[in-house]
């Protein structure tokens, strides 16, 4: 086993030690478009016999319009589901949201058109980071699209466009995300929740030495009841893997 895959295995034990099973996670390494052959979430939403709506994502979203580089768009054909998955079907290089009730057969739900990698939060929700410039200092942001209804939101908005930049986890009720920024000068890891947007831990500059898909990677989880964040990633120390365990709520 690899240093950095024992790392990464490590991180996943220590929040599940702390509190149960990891939540959600977006791992990606860079903001630039999916390439064709990217790969894609085939985690589907926990099963619920009475679904119950699901808490407001962020109460204080930004009211700054997505903009035009950074945008994501759906068309539906079909109604939420209990059971989804982004995913890009055989043969395809389109992103679809898709119902895998009948994981064998999945059901497509939604076409999502853009060049960013959506993640999904709940039943309609799905988010992306994207940046203007990758691997150059410019715009980033965070943002959210109701695939059914259209309405989007920027949740963050930064300087940033370099290694990790914004890679981003969302709480288990979705009260709360946390999200990485990378510039020229710095990388912070920021939890954003109701109560505003803090830094709650700050690292050196990746070095310019480039990605090697071999031995870079980075990790950002919440433990499933919310008080604990992982986070472990290569970049920021030349290829030493740094781990980070937060409490986030007392």
């Excluded at 034990?13 to 099973?21: D, F, I, K, Q």
């Excluded at 939890?191 to 500059?205: H, N, P, V």
């Excluded at 071999?214 to 740094?242: I, P, R």
Aim: aromatic fraction near 6%.
């Amino acid at each position: 086993m690899s240093l950095r895959t024992g790392l990464l295995a490590l991180a996943a034990v220590m929040v599940l030690a702390a509190c149960g099973t990891t939540t959600n996670v977006a791992v990606r390494t860079t903001p630039s478009a999916l390439p064709p052959s990217g790969s894609a979430s085939t985690s589907p939403s926990s099963p619920s016999p009475s679904p119950s709506p699901s808490p407001s994502p962020l109460p204080t979203a930004s009211a700054v319009s997505v903009p035009s580089w950074a945008t994501l768009s759906a068309s539906c054909t079909g109604s939420p589901s209990a059971h989804e998955a982004v995913v890009m079907m055989q043969g395809s290089n389109s992103k679809v949201l898709a119902d895998v009730t009948d994981a064998a057969h999945p059901r497509t739900l939604c076409t999502i058109k853009g060049n960013w990698v959506p993640q999904l939060v709940t039943q309609r929700m799905v988010s992306w980071s994207a940046t203007q410039n990758p691997g150059q200092t410019g715009p980033s942001v965070l943002a959210t699209l109701d695939v059914f209804s259209g309405a989007t939101a920027v949740i963050a908005n930064w300087q940033g466009g370099f290694w990790m930049d914004g890679v981003h986890a969302w709480s288990p009720d979705e009260s709360a995300i946390a999200y990485v920024t990378s510039s020229a000068s710095a990388v912070n890891l920021h939890l954003l929740s109701g109560g505003g947007d803090r830094t709650i831990a700050t690292y050196g500059s990746v070095p310019g030495r480039g990605f090697n898909p071999d031995e870079d990677s980075a990790y950002l989880g919440f433990s499933s009841d919310g008080k604990y964040l992982a986070l472990v990633e290569t970049f920021t120390s030349g290829g030493a893997a740094h781990l980070q365990i937060r409490k986030t709520k007392d």
